[in-house]
């Protein structure tokens, strides 16, 4: 019988926050790093390769093909060779590619090496995501995952500037700025997969910085955890695929991803527009108040969704503002108000996250919800293909920044009502209340 106070419990719960999160978060921005700051490469990348809008759109999007294609089956690897090695696989290659991509000479280059930046960085997401629930209880998972995924934003707020400034200010032996930055930008990644494997510890039984009271009291609260929650299914790899809820998970996913990265990618030449005056350096410092909002947004309204142990309408709701916000920037031609759009619609996009990932949890184990979430992460993310390249046509044919935005207006109220109509059945929703009751 466990006897700790309840002082005593969230010492244990902080010990592991401040062991796991802030680590796995630094991942996180340097993945998002490597991946989105193509978008400031544009600024001078799409002139020196004679790039169109739909040639930039395909770039954008192709690595989210290498992506789905992969991703679960480097989820299963890592269920295979554990978290440490495999994570830091996957930033080693990944790094390798990203700083490989400034030597492109033509856009079939950048179209290899962005897909087998996908195909490198595959499972990265949904990895973590798993790992976060062999040491978090569900009632804290909206929470733990927005802190990991309020990496994004932070992501563009550092990358951002500092994208940027490599490109006005390192052209070192004749060498453009967009270069020197994905060259430059690619190195921590190999870093810090080498550190992933010296520091991260696959499962709390191994875990040498607790000692033995404070693992037989998280795998005790893991294991009533799993228990609680009666209606939960367990599935195989096949039957979760043709899951109907996971599957209407996936296309929600899809549609919110082709609907926000468009964002990421098209707001460096969104802010261009506004100003033929601004240097990169200044339009890396406009895209980050954005971003500083965003993140903000994300982590309160996560853990708003936690102390009312709901999910659904938590998720619903962000993608309603997101997509009202959208219209409004693409309508607007003030430029300070179209930022303020901007920043509302990120603040949406962010917040919507953390809730969204907690809902397979409450219909699928821990085991089926983990390649549940790779399933829809995968299939999701052909959306981060299919958005930035219907931008790109939308933005060549109509020749105007902002009309994407309308376009991401519409994809997002479909999200938005999608999500707010799934079906999670009543009792699904209460077992998830009672076992938050009970364990008050």
């Known amino acids: ?76 690897m890592l269920n295979k060779f554990g978290a440490r090695v495999w994570i830091a696989r996957i930033l080693i290659t990944w790094g390798i590619i990203a700083g490989m991509s400034a030597f492109s000479q033509s856009a079939t280059h950048l179209y290899i090496l962005r897909f087998l930046l996908g195909v490198a960085e595959a499972g990265f997401f949904p990895g973590v995501i798993v790992y976060l629930t062999y040491w978090f209880r569900t009632k804290e998972l909206a929470t733990t995952v927005s802190l990991f995924t309020a990496a994004i934003p932070v992501s563009y707020i550092i990358g951002a500037p500092l994208s940027t400034w490599i490109m006005d200010h390192i052209t070192w032996f004749n060498w453009s700025g967009w270069r020197w930055m994905l060259l430059l930008e690619g190195i921590p990644a190999v870093i810090l997969g080498i550190c992933c494997y010296f520091f991260l510890t696959d499962k709390p039984e191994q875990a040498k910085w607790l000692n033995d009271e404070e693992k037989s009291w998280l795998l005790q609260e893991l294991n009533c955890d799993q228990q609680a929650r009666h209606n939960v299914q367990h599935l195989s790899l096949l039957k979760t695929f ?139 993310n052909l959306g981060g293909f299919v958005g930035p390249v219907l931008i790109g046509v939308v933005n060549g044919t109509i020749h105007n920044s902002t009309s994407g935005l309308l376009f991401m207006s519409l994809l997002l109220m479909a999200g938005f009502m999608m999500t707010a109509l799934i079906k999670l059945a009543r009792k699904e929703q209460s077992a998830q209340r009672e076992y938050h009751t009970s364990r008050m």
């Open 1 to 76: 019988m466990n006897t700790l106070n309840e002082t005593h419990k969230k010492k244990i719960v902080r010990k592991i926050t401040l062991r796991v999160i802030p680590f796995v978060f630094i991942l996180y921005i340097v993945s998002y790093l490597d991946r989105a700051n193509i978008g400031y490469a544009a600024l001078e990348m799409n002139k020196d390769l004679a790039l169109s809008s739909e040639a930039f759109g395909v770039i954008s999007g192709i690595f989210f093909l290498g992506y789905f294609l992969f991703e679960v089956p480097s989820n299963a």
């Open 242 to 380: 043709k899951h109907p809820k996971v599957l209407y998970l996936a296309f929600i996913y899809f549609i919110y991803q082709c609907g926000s990265l468009g964002i990421g990618y098209w707001m460096p030449q969104i802010i261009k527009g506004f100003s033929t005056q601004l240097t990169h350096t200044e339009i890396g410092l406009i895209a980050m108040f954005p971003y500083i909002l965003a993140t903000v947004a994300m982590v309160i309204w996560s853990r708003h969704s936690d102390k009312r142990n709901e999910r659904k309408m938590h998720a619903a709701i962000p993608l309603l503002f997101s997509s009202l916000a959208m219209l409004g920037a693409g309508l607007v031609h003030n430029p300070y108000l179209s930022i303020f759009m901007i920043s509302v619609a990120l603040a949406g996009l962010y917040s919507f996250k953390s809730p969204f990932w907690a809902l397979p949890t409450l219909f699928l184990s821990r085991s089926t919800a983990s390649i549940s979430i790779a399933i829809i992460n995968s299939i999701g």
